[in-house]
């Protein structure tokens, strides 16, 4: 028997109260509509049920966030916060009661912030709240002084004529109205610096890629293109970019004054840390969940990306404490650096390219403390009438259906790539971009009912996952059936 | 005729719309009530009536806040920035049309920030968000380092053996709930230093006498008691005090690294810059009106109070640019130095201690951006009708009547106590103890509609005192009366 009495007796009101509502036969009636399909049995269906109610009111994954921001705090890649996220990770785990914690090595380059400052000089002095992006040069010693010249964003300065830009500091100011415009305004962010060097800008300060209305600077990696100058990068406050862009339209030039010691600072070999709860049938088989262990320095990473290793930590913790066996493995991989460039993400792949077939399922959580609004799956066609029962057990959660074109997360992403069956469980971003990559990324901003519920759906999800019936189709065939 | 073509027209409408709608009739049916007393007339009303509705249309008090905090930003008494303010200030009134416009030095001890830095060293070292506490003495060079002992309240500690606190640093950590608590919360900062000191304490660090949820510590002045030793002081954000509850909760002592270089700076003098527009009958007599041109220097000073400063000079400059004449003069007084100790205040009452009677009304903004909720009075009896008037006008503006033990404003409140009468135009606090001496007190919070409103309060506040038909009562009698 694998659960224990007291859980059965829970387990027997949770189904009486689904039976009521009628929405877990709903679930069940749409599933049977196609019988020839291998189904998740009732007993399944039950259990899944059960562990979506019971999980409810557990607590775990607040208890365990709370633990991370406040036992380890900052955690940037490279750091002594970074080696005390990790052995935190592995004492977690085995105090969790993981039947295995281990670690593997992930060697990245490392780069460390100094000192930061800008103001401007003229033609109204004053100091501004900015930050150094990750992977920026220093400017030199004291700082460097030039006129800002503002552009709306990226590909207006790119657009813009080289004289405009020669020995000018940048200032893109692309306000990110929402938080379905990252990857719209990311961009400036990321690419600004060489883009704006080839055309002989001395420096880029850019609107904080965030949507609140406070005054931080919001960090996050930048890259060199290869062969250009390297140019120092900042990002200010939105209130700032609103001060400066008020100056700048009054017509005179405007000088800012910008000191940077940021600099590269060798190889440093962090680890991803993996805690597994072993499958009971299937043990080599097995569902990848996690988040990343790192965070930017500026916060304690609690939204970014704490709540994605509480979440996930939680929600394994849970089937197992109890007494749920899986028949599949489950996976919790709490990633390193993923911030500066998802080093750990790839190097999971490179350790494990072999075994794609072995992954049942990948979903990772790293958009904030949840509630999971959406499910989506990417599993071969046998497997869709499961993905559908699986979507039946949640959807009483507040979960919609998505497609079968699912993105697993970040650090996921290259697994997917590589055929791996995955599933997007989308995190409601609603707070996400105002606190992401800021000093305000901090623990008490997290609300025990959501990031419970993304906790959750992530147990429901695993062990659904784990317990079913046929495999999900990781592997080349999959990549191809879904290019068709 | 003191009312341009344009405007009759407008004012006309007004009228119109303001009999329609009743508002005006009730405030003069409730005024004529009092036959014998002294009433405004008619055409008077409906002057401030016009004034009322016409100046909610305008904008100047946000322009003149923009250019504030656009064109001078941080304006800490005593810095580059307290100059440029007082420049900024005597040429906008000019630029304004002010009739006189004149300063008068204000001279204070001046102190100075500089570095500021906390961590939390043992059991988890994390970094802190703190800043120093107007006043404060530094740290040694290179900080100082003690374990933490955390009281809920100054009350708390100081009732605490001398024992607990020998040689440690003090952790106040009283919760400001709501903008209702400043009073209640605010002695830990201002006095908190020496009675930590009188039990042998090292330092100070508070959480933040602030009602937000974000990592932004609030500054704010402390003072030393005459003979107790001198203690380094600042404050922690919120979410830091958070933080360091939950390390001190698990048991073991926490230790803090505490590095200030704050210092006291010799004298200092600045000015109040003093804005007139002077009456066409009894130009001796004033109506005072006015905020403090000092900030804090972390922020932009928008909310505290370049927004007063605003709303005040706005409102002087409708009346003039309308081309009406007051009675008695409307005075904008812009204090120096009042966030380190009303110094602007009181000199100003030193100036001009001999003319107490000549002040008709003093009330100062200090409290944000509006929009004004209450006007409470401090008037002769036989002024009482008169305020009823000025209610009633002002009423469709969601201002609720108050009682006749008004506070005109910190920097008007020892002229207050020297028998000034004097009006408390209660300004809506509601998210000004979220931005107040932070970081984040910048433009870009304000709203123009409830700015507007307060300006267009402090216009009809401003321009029917100055008509009245009868002095307010400025004077010994005045504070007579109100002791009885």
């Given at each position: 028997?694998?659960?224990?009495?007291?859980?059965?007796?829970?387990?027997?009101?949770?189904?009486?109260?689904?039976?009521?509502?009628?929405?877990?036969?709903?679930?069940?009636?749409?599933?049977?509509?196609?019988?020839?399909?291998?189904?998740?049995?009732?007993?399944?269906?039950?259990?899944?049920?059960?562990?979506?109610?019971?999980?409810?009111?557990?607590?775990?994954?607040?208890?365990?966030?709370?633990?991370?921001?406040?036992?380890?705090?900052?955690?940037?890649?490279?750091?002594?916060?970074?080696?005390?996220?990790?052995?935190?990770?592995?004492?977690?785990?085995?105090?969790?009661?993981?039947?295995?914690?281990?670690?593997e090595?992930v060697?990245?380059?490392?780069?460390?912030?100094?000192?930061?400052?800008?103001?401007?000089?003229?033609?109204?002095?004053?100091?501004?709240?900015?930050?150094?992006?990750?992977?920026?040069?220093?400017?030199?010693?004291?700082?460097?002084?030039?006129?800002?010249?503002?552009?709306?964003?990226?590909?207006?300065?790119?657009?813009?004529?080289?004289?405009?830009?020669?020995?000018?500091?940048?200032?893109?100011?692309?306000?990110?109205?929402?938080?379905?415009?990252y990857g719209?305004?990311?961009?400036?962010?990321?690419?600004?610096?060489?883009?704006?060097?080839?055309?002989?800008?001395?420096?880029?300060?850019?609107?904080?890629?965030?949507?609140?209305?406070?005054?931080?600077?919001?960090?996050?990696?930048?890259?060199?293109?290869?062969?250009?100058?390297?140019?120092?990068?900042?990002?200010?406050?939105?209130?700032?970019?609103?001060?400066?862009?008020?100056?700048?339209?009054?017509?005179?030039?405007?000088?800012?004054?910008?000191?940077?010691?940021?600099?590269?600072?060798?190889?440093?070999?962090?680890?991803n840390?993996i805690?597994?709860?072993?499958?009971?049938?299937?043990?080599?088989e097995y569902v990848l969940i996690g988040g990343h262990?790192?965070?930017?320095?500026?916060?304690?990473?609690?939204?970014?990306d704490?709540?994605g290793?509480?979440?996930t930590?939680?929600?394994?913790?849970?089937?197992?404490?109890?007494?749920?066996?899986?028949?599949r493995s489950i996976r919790v991989v709490l990633f390193a650096n993923e911030?500066?460039g998802l080093f750990g993400g790839k190097a999971y792949l490179a350790a494990h390219q072999n075994q794609i077939a072995q992954i049942q399922a990948a979903a990772e959580a790293d958009l904030?403390?949840?509630?999971v609004?959406k499910m989506a799956s990417f599993v071969r066609t046998e497997a869709l009438?499961l993905v559908?029962?699986m979507?039946?057990?949640?959807?009483?959660?507040?979960?919609?259906p998505g497609d079968n074109n699912a993105f697993p997360g970040p650090d996921m992403g290259d697994l997917r790539m590589a055929g791996a069956a995955s599933f997007g469980l989308a995190l409601?971003?609603?707070?996400?971009?105002?606190?992401?990559?800021?000093?305000?990324?901090?623990?008490?901003?997290?609300?025990?009912?959501?990031?419970?519920?993304?906790?959750?759906t992530y147990?429901?999800f695993a062990?659904m996952a784990a317990?079913a019936?046929i495999s999900f189709g990781s592997g080349q065939e999959l990549l191809k059936a879904a290019k068709k």
């Open positions: 028997m694998f659960i224990r009495q007291s859980v059965v007796k829970a387990c027997q009101q949770s189904i009486l109260a689904l039976l009521v509502s009628g929405a877990f036969l709903q679930g069940a009636t749409a599933a049977n509509k196609n019988d020839t399909a291998p189904l998740f049995t009732e007993k399944e269906l039950q259990t899944a049920a059960w562990i979506r109610d019971a999980a409810r009111s557990d607590n775990l994954s607040y208890k365990i966030l709370e633990s991370l921001t406040t036992e380890v705090g900052p955690r940037m890649a490279g750091t002594p916060g970074d080696a005390r996220a990790v052995a935190w990770a592995e004492a977690k785990f085995k105090e969790l009661g993981f039947d295995k914690v281990w670690k090595p060697t990245y380059p490392s780069w460390t912030r100094g000192i930061e400052k800008a103001e401007i000089v003229a033609p109204f002095p004053q100091p501004l709240s900015i930050t150094a992006l990750g992977n920026s040069v220093a400017t030199p010693k004291n700082g460097l002084r030039a006129e800002l010249v503002e552009f709306a964003n990226l590909k207006e300065m790119m657009a813009a004529p080289d004289e405009k830009v020669q020995g000018k500091i940048v200032f893109i100011n692309h306000r990110m109205q929402n938080s379905n415009e719209l305004v990311v961009p400036g962010r990321s690419a600004g610096a060489s883009e704006a060097a080839r055309k002989g800008a001395v420096a880029i300060v850019i609107r904080s890629v965030g949507t609140d209305n406070h005054r931080f600077p919001h960090t996050g990696v930048m890259q060199y293109a290869p062969g250009v100058a390297q140019i120092p990068a900042a990002a200010m406050s939105n209130s700032d970019a609103d001060m400066v862009a008020r100056m700048i339209k009054r017509g005179k030039p405007v000088s800012l004054k910008l000191e940077l010691s940021s600099a590269a600072a060798g190889t440093y070999t962090s680890y840390v805690g597994e709860m072993t499958g009971s049938e299937l043990p080599n262990l790192d965070s930017w320095d500026l916060g304690t990473g609690a939204i970014d704490g709540a290793c509480a979440i930590m939680a929600a394994a913790e849970f089937i197992k404490r109890n007494g749920l066996k899986p028949k911030e500066q904030g403390q949840g509630p609004t009438p559908k029962q979507h039946s057990v949640l959807a009483p959660l507040g979960i919609e409601k971003a609603d707070d996400y971009f105002d606190l992401h990559h800021t000093p305000d990324d901090t623990f008490d901003k997290i609300e025990p009912a959501r990031i419970n519920q993304a906790a959750t147990a429901v062990w317990q019936p």
